[in-house]
C-alpha cells in the first residue's frame, strides 16, 4: 500500500482566498483523522470521520473550516476564506479498529502558509 | 484533555539516556507513543494498553500507569537517529469515551536532539 496520499505538499496563498486539502486514506481503513501542527498549539484533531461519516467536528476552529468524506477513498478539507492564522501543517490520518488498537499511520502533510 | 508532556526539550549525547513523561488529567485507555522528524510525518513508535505494562522498541521502552494516569518513555543508549520530536497520545477510558471513541490527543512534543 502507498500509505496515505495527501496534496498538495505545499501551498502558498493569499488572505481571503479558498484552499482545498485533499487526503487519500489507506485502502480499507475506515477511520480518517484530519490533524493541524503549529508551534504554539503541536498537533490538534480538526475532525475525524468513521465510514466516511464524521463523527466528531469540534475541533473545527470556525465556520471558515469544513471538511467531507464522500467515499471511503477520499477526503476534503477546505478553508474559506483562508487567514494567516491558518498557516499550519495540516495532516491526514487514518486507521482502523479491526485490529483492536487504535494506530494512527499519517500522511506526508500539507503545509500551507496564507499571505 | 490535551495530555502534559515534559520536558518540553532534551538534549543527549550519543549513549546517554533520556525520559519522557506524559500525564494526563483523564482516565486512560491507552498511550501510544509517535517519533516525528523534522519536516516528516508522526510515525508510530508504540502502543501501552494495560496499567504498568511495559513494552519495547529498539532501545526504547515505555511503561503505562493507569492508575496515575502517566506513562513514560524511556531511550536507553541514545543513538543520533533518535533525534527527532516525540508526541505521546491518550485514548480516554471506555466509561468516558462517548462520541469520542477513537479520538486520540496528542501533547504538545519533547524535542529531542542527540548529537554525536
Known amino acids: 500500500d502507498a500509505g496515505v496520499i495527501q496534496s498538495p505538499r505545499h501551498e502558498v496563498t493569499e488572505m481571503g482566498q479558498e484552499v482545498t486539502l485533499r487526503c487519500k486514506p489507506i485502502s480499507g481503513h475506515d477511520y480518517l483523522f484530519w490533524y493541524r501542527q503549529t508551534m504554539m498549539r503541536g498537533l490538534e484533531l480538526l475532525i475525524y470521520?468513521?465510514?466516511?461519516?464524521?463523527?466528531?467536528d469540534s475541533g473545527m476552529p470556525e465556520d471558515r473550516f469544513s471538511a467531507k468524506m464522500p467515499n471511503a477513498s477520499f477526503s476534503t478539507l477546505k478553508i474559506q476564506p483562508s487567514e494567516p492564522r491558518d498557516s499550519a501543517v495540516y495532516f491526514c490520518?487514518?486507521?482502523?479498529?479491526?485490529?483492536?488498537?487504535?494506530?494512527?499511520?499519517f500522511g506526508a502533510g500539507s503545509r500551507l502558509t496564507v499571505l | 484533555q490535551q495530555p502534559v508532556q515534559s520536558p518540553q526539550a532534551v538534549i543527549l549525547r550519543e549513549g546517554e539516556d533520556a525520559v519522557i513523561n506524559c500525564s494526563s488529567s483523564k482516565a486512560l485507555y491507552s498511550v501510544h507513543w509517535y517519533r516525528q522528524k523534522h519536516g516528516e510525518a508522526p510515525v508510530f513508535l508504540m502502543i501501552l494498553l494495560k496499567g504498568g505494562e511495559q513494552k519495547g522498541h529498539e532501545k526504547i521502552s515505555a511503561s503505562f500507569n493507569e492508575k496515575k494516569q502517566q506513562s513514560s518513555l524511556y531511550l536507553t543508549a541514545s543513538q543520533l537517529s533518535y533525534s527527532g520530536t516525540y508526541f505521546c497520545?491518550?485514548?480516554?477510558?471506555?466509561?468516558?469515551?462517548?462520541?469520542?471513541?477513537?479520538?486520540?490527543?496528542f501533547g504538545r512534543g519533547t524535542q529531542l536532539t542527540v548529537w554525536p
Open positions: 497520545g491518550t485514548e480516554h477510558s471506555l466509561i468516558d469515551r462517548g462520541s469520542t471513541l477513537g479520538r486520540l490527543y
Open positions: 470521520f468513521n465510514n466516511n461519516v464524521p463523527i466528531d
Open positions: 490520518a487514518s486507521n482502523t479498529r479491526g485490529a483492536g488498537a487504535n494506530v494512527l499511520t
